[in-house]
Nanobody
Framework: QVQLVESGGGLVQAGGSLRLSCVVSGNIFSSSSMGWYRQAPGKQRELVAAITWRGSTNYADFVKGRFTISKDNAKNTMYLQMNSLKPEDTAVYYC???????????WGQGTQVTVSS
């Protein structure tokens, strides 16, 4: 059974940093594309950053140069390093695993990130 467990959220002042982690159980980590999404109150969930099974990365324009997505196949863990945080980054952050076209995506439970001004 596949499970995603996120951690690392919290309250930080503007300009600060946080690192989110997503531990993935199940035998799909190294062969899947993955990503981080976020959802602020009253807004739709949006893609923040993605990483393919080969390690290629893609970022939303609003986080380019500030956030870094990475993964450790040996630890079945994906990370999101968030620097220079802004109040508008406040949201619940979710990790996502896409095993491919023959399977549904998996989602974590979400972790709250709050950036104070």
């Amino acid at each position: 059974q596949v499970q995603l467990v996120e951690s690392g959220g919290g309250l930080v002042q503007a300009g600060g940093s946080l690192r989110l982690s997503c531990v993935v159980s199940g035998n799909i980590f190294s062969s899947s594309s993955m990503g981080w999404y976020r959802q602020a109150p009253g807004k739709q969930r949006e893609l923040v950053a993605a990483i393919t099974w080969r390690g290629s990365t893609n970022y939303a324009d609003f986080v380019k140069g500030r956030f870094t997505i990475s993964k450790d196949n040996a630890k079945n863990t994906m990370y999101l390093q968030m620097n220079s945080l802004k109040p508008e980054d406040t949201a619940v952050y979710y990790c996502n695993v896409d095993p491919g076209p023959m399977s549904a995506d998996y989602w974590g439970q979400g972790t709250q990130v709050t950036v104070s001004s």
